[in-house]
């Protein structure tokens, strides 16, 4: 999962270049006339963005290298954007994988050459991600564009990319080291992928002429013409797609199987947590509207209610499905909390110190630091001695430390979330949704007697799911847990940063520290009790029994009780919600053996969720949200195709399926 940073050195002109592969980034004479000309011209870009009937356009690159490819059609988007406000063509997504990403003092190096670009530089060096493995979403408002850092070989995440029957991409920016200096790259495989991602008409430039690329693209069904190269180079290739080959779907857990949301349709969103907040504000984002029904008198009065909350990632000393979600997740989830106000929503980035309190976790946590799965940056070792100074508390043990970490607010989140939507978000309160009805146009439903009608709708009901019978179609696990509310004291007063073993405690807020938490398993009840907080309390003692002070706190009994939604397999669930009787109409010849592959998309549905957030919401909400707000959009996913199968709302179906378990 750890990405391998590229080695560079820098020649005489300042440019940098690759040790591994003895090549330039870009020109020595001028990256960014090379760009324009190459990527920029070579895709007809200014024309085709004029000329362009949809909302979104989407570039895939091969060689993300110093970014300057991308920084270059951040600033030509911005400036078609600023020239044409009402243009239909709102948005620009870039998808680019790099096998060896830059250290990003290399990277500011590198791009410090290039003055013109640097409001667009800046912008990525504060979001750019750590050298983990994976997509790496970043957002750019200023520049209305959407950057996928793809880190890892390309023709393993290519296969990867979640595509529509119609393609993906609309331009491609061949680059990558020359042919003759990185001839692993340029294969029929990734011309065959290029094949099954690109939008009939979709285009590509590349500064290379080589045969095995002529060759390569015209066998996968691409018109290829030479035209004048950059500089010294004498030709370049350019072309475009003109075949329908390669066009396949991932059946059963396609996720384009609707129409994409229209101008002017109406989003129904059933729900006042941090699961509903996310997602009204990615679809704000994308300038969509949305009502929020909220069945209370207030937002965040459900699990999202508790005062504070841990903020980090559940890693394994492999990289697991379930491990890559929480790693992608808490990244991609930091980034989006940094873009928010920060006078918005009560927070503290003061990491999270995972302790070593038991022989098993000391042998979990052993491996994992052995392992060399995780780079430093999300997750490192630390030995007592540090612990005790990055907490400023006393400790025995030795630990993890998570120092992207730390804890926020969750009711300031979902308030502030939800405020940033504007004009975007119209917000019901004590708005109890009933009698949801779905058909082939829109969905129906009733608010206190009242009825409404919507085009689709969005189920983000945490633990009331339970209660509403279109949410049956999940194995849904409701989960009480008590948080304790622990008022300052000495020595906790000096706690700097999150302190979890088989529970965790906060830094003070409005001096209370979060001592928490209990786990009752089908337990919807949100009354305080003793017995928890007495749980509570000797959980704490029982990890913490080598240090005095633990033993010396004085709790005035105030807590908060609420009810978290889990799944049987502990994962999310983010997309269209099918009922149970239609997937095993669909899927029942699994049963029997049939390939999966073989079966048929989901039918076109238009009741979605997001849900089974569990006690994992900070770090999986965000990136939830854009996975379904992708799904209705038809956007690019932000994540594998391997771990969008493992958080699709009708896996459950399916693997009862294969197993040939009946509903």
Same mark, same amino acid.
């Given at each position: 999962?750890?990405?391998?940073?590229?080695?560079?050195?820098?020649?005489?002109?300042?440019?940098?270049?690759?040790?591994?592969?003895?090549?330039?980034?870009?020109?020595?004479?001028?990256?960014?006339?090379?760009?324009?000309?190459?990527?920029?011209?070579?895709?007809?870009?200014?024309?085709?963005?004029?000329?362009?009937? =949809? =909302?979104?356009?989407?570039?895939?690159?091969?060689?993300?290298?110093?970014?300057?490819?991308?920084?270059?059609?951040?600033?030509?988007?911005?400036?078609?954007?600023?020239?044409?406000?009402?243009?239909?063509?709102?948005?620009?997504?870039?998808?680019?994988?790099?096998?060896?990403?830059?250290?990003?003092?290399?990277?500011?190096?590198?791009?410090?050459?290039?003055?013109?670009?640097?409001?667009?530089?800046?912008?990525?060096?504060?979001?750019?991600?750590?050298?983990?493995?994976?997509?790496?979403?970043?957002?750019?408002?200023?520049?209305?564009?959407?950057?996928?850092?793809?880190?890892?070989?390309?023709?393993?995440?290519?296969?990867?990319?979640?595509?529509?029957?119609?393609?993906?991409?609309?331009?491609?920016?061949?680059?990558?080291?020359?042919?003759?200096?990185?001839?692993?790259?340029? *294969?029929?495989?990734?011309?065959?992928?290029?094949?099954?991602?690109?939008?009939?008409?979709?285009?590509?430039? *590349?500064?290379?002429?080589?045969?095995?690329?002529? =060759?390569?693209?015209?066998?996968?069904?691409?018109?290829?013409?030479?035209?004048?190269?950059?500089?010294?180079?004498?030709?370049?290739?350019?072309?475009?797609?003109?075949?329908?080959?390669?066009?396949?779907?991932?059946?059963?857990?396609?996720?384009?199987?609707?129409?994409?949301?229209?101008?002017?349709?109406?989003?129904?969103?059933?729900?006042?947590?941090?699961?509903?907040?996310?997602?009204?504000?990615?679809?704000?984002?994308?300038?969509?509207?949305?009502?929020?029904?909220?069945?209370?008198?207030?937002?965040?009065?459900?699990?999202?209610?508790?005062?504070?909350?841990?903020?980090?990632?559940?890693?394994?000393?492999?990289?697991?499905?379930?491990?890559?979600?929480?790693?992608?997740?808490?990244?991609?989830? =930091?980034?989006?909390?940094?873009?928010?106000?920060?006078?918005d929503y009560r927070h503290q980035w003061c990491g999270v110190l995972q302790l070593g309190f038991s022989d098993a976790v000391?042998?979990?946590?052993?491996?994992?630091?052995?392992?060399?799965?995780?780079?430093?940056?999300?997750?490192?070792?630390?030995?007592?001695?540090?612990?005790?100074?990055?907490?400023?508390?006393?400790?025995?043990?030795?630990?993890?430390?998570?120092?992207?970490?730390?804890?926020?607010?969750?009711?300031?989140?979902?308030?502030?979330?939800?405020?940033?939507?504007?004009?975007?978000?119209?917000?019901?309160?004590?708005?109890?949704?009933?009698?949801?009805?779905?058909?082939?146009?829109?969905?129906?439903?009733?608010?206190?007697?009242?009825?409404?009608?919507?085009?689709?709708?969005?189920?983000?009901?945490?633990?009331?799911?339970?209660?509403?019978?279109?949410?049956?179609?999940?194995?849904?696990?409701?989960?009480?847990?008590?948080?304790?509310?622990?008022?300052?004291?000495?020595?906790?007063?000096?706690?700097?940063?999150?302190?979890?073993?088989?529970?965790?405690? *906060?830094?003070?807020?409005?001096?209370?520290?979060a001592l928490g938490s209990t786990y009752g398993k089908g337990d919807t009840a949100t009354d305080v009790r003793e017995v928890?907080?007495?749980?509570?309390?000797?959980?704490?003692?029982?990890?913490?029994?080598?240090?005095?002070?633990?033993?010396?706190?004085?709790?005035?009994?105030?807590?908060?009780?609420?009810?978290?939604?889990?799944?049987?397999?502990?994962?999310?669930?983010?997309?269209?919600?099918?009922?149970?009787?239609?997937?095993?109409?669909?899927?029942?010849?699994?049963?029997?053996?049939?390939?999966?592959?073989?079966?048929?998309?989901?039918?076109?549905?238009?009741?979605?969720?997001?849900?089974?957030?569990?006690?994992?919401?900070?770090?999986?909400?965000?990136?939830?949200?854009?996975?379904?707000?992708?799904?209705?959009?038809?956007?690019?996913?932000?994540?594998?195709?391997?771990?969008?199968?493992?958080?699709?709302?009708?896996?459950?179906?399916?693997?009862?399926?294969?197993?040939?378990?009946?509903?």
């Amino acid at each position: 999962m750890k990405s391998q940073s590229a080695q560079v050195h820098f020649n005489d002109s300042g440019t940098p270049v690759a040790d591994h592969f003895d090549d330039v980034y870009f020109s020595n004479d001028s990256g960014i006339d090379e760009t324009l000309h190459v990527f920029i011209g070579g895709n007809d870009l200014s024309e085709r963005w004029h000329s362009h009937n =949809r =909302r979104d356009f989407v570039i895939a690159e091969t060689g993300f290298g110093t970014g300057l490819n991308c920084l270059v059609a951040m600033q030509a988007f911005k400036q078609f954007r600023d020239a044409n406000p009402a243009h239909p063509l709102k948005h620009l997504f870039i998808l680019t994988t790099e096998k060896f990403p830059l250290k990003k003092a290399d990277l500011r190096q590198a791009l410090n050459a290039f003055p013109a670009l640097n409001q667009a530089a800046d912008a990525l060096a504060e979001q750019y991600p750590v050298a983990l493995q994976g997509c790496h979403r970043m957002h750019f408002t200023d520049f209305s564009c959407t950057l996928d850092l793809w880190m890892g070989d390309v023709h393993e995440l290519l296969p990867q990319w979640h595509c529509p029957r119609s393609g993906l991409i609309d331009a491609w920016f061949l680059d990558g080291f020359a042919p003759s200096k990185n001839p692993e790259m340029w *294969t029929d495989a990734l011309f065959l992928q290029m094949a099954r991602l690109t939008r009939q008409g979709g285009t590509f430039g *590349t500064f290379t002429a080589a045969g095995i690329v002529k =060759r390569g693209l015209r066998d996968a069904g691409f018109v290829v013409e030479k035209r004048k190269g950059f500089g010294r180079k004498r030709d370049m290739l350019a072309g475009y797609f003109d075949s329908e080959k390669g066009k396949q779907p991932a059946p059963p857990y396609s996720r384009y199987n609707n129409a994409p949301l229209g101008d002017g349709e109406r989003i129904a969103i059933v729900g006042g947590g941090l699961a509903a907040a996310t997602f009204a504000h990615a679809l704000a984002e994308q300038g969509v509207a949305s009502t929020v029904f909220c069945a209370d008198e207030t937002l965040a009065t459900g699990a999202s209610g508790n005062r504070q909350g841990g903020f980090y990632p559940q890693l394994h000393s492999e990289a697991s499905i379930a491990s890559q979600i929480q790693a992608h997740s808490f990244l991609y989830a =930091r980034r989006y909390y940094n873009a928010l106000p920060s006078d918005d929503y009560r927070h503290q980035w003061c990491g999270v110190l995972q302790l070593g309190f038991s022989d098993a976790v000391i042998d979990r946590q052993q491996k994992l630091a052995d392992g060399g799965v995780w780079p430093d940056e999300l997750v490192r070792p630390v030995s007592a001695e540090e612990a005790t100074s990055i907490s400023g508390l006393p400790l025995s043990d030795n630990g993890l430390f998570i120092p992207l970490g730390g804890w926020l607010s969750p009711p300031d989140l979902v308030h502030a979330l939800i405020n940033a939507c504007g004009d975007k978000v119209t917000l019901h309160l004590n708005a109890k949704v009933h009698n949801i009805s779905e058909s082939s146009t829109d969905v129906t439903f009733s608010v206190n007697n009242e009825s409404y009608t919507f085009d689709r709708i969005i189920m983000a009901t945490g633990a009331d799911s339970v209660l509403i019978d279109t949410m049956n179609a999940l194995p849904l696990r409701p989960v009480r847990g008590q948080v304790e509310a622990i008022a300052t004291q000495a020595p906790i007063d000096q706690l700097n940063t999150v302190l979890c073993h088989k529970g965790y405690m *906060t830094p003070q807020m409005d001096s209370r520290h979060a001592l928490g938490s209990t786990y009752g398993k089908g337990d919807t009840a949100t009354d305080v009790r003793e017995v928890d907080t007495q749980t509570n309390l000797a959980t704490h003692q029982k990890a913490l029994s080598n240090e005095s002070w633990i033993r010396e706190l004085e709790h005035d009994g105030d807590a908060r009780a609420s009810v978290r939604l889990s799944l049987p397999d502990h994962q999310p669930a983010s997309g269209q919600l099918t009922k149970v009787n239609v997937l095993w109409e669909r899927y029942q010849e699994l049963t029997v053996g049939k390939p999966i592959d073989g079966q048929a998309e989901l039918p076109e549905g238009r009741i979605f969720t997001l849900t089974g957030l569990g006690s994992r919401g900070l770090t999986t909400a965000p990136l939830m949200a854009q996975v379904l707000a992708s799904q209705l959009l038809h956007q690019p996913m932000p994540m594998p195709e391997k771990l969008l199968q493992a958080v699709a709302p009708q896996r459950f179906m399916i693997r009862n399926c294969i197993r040939g378990e009946a509903p």
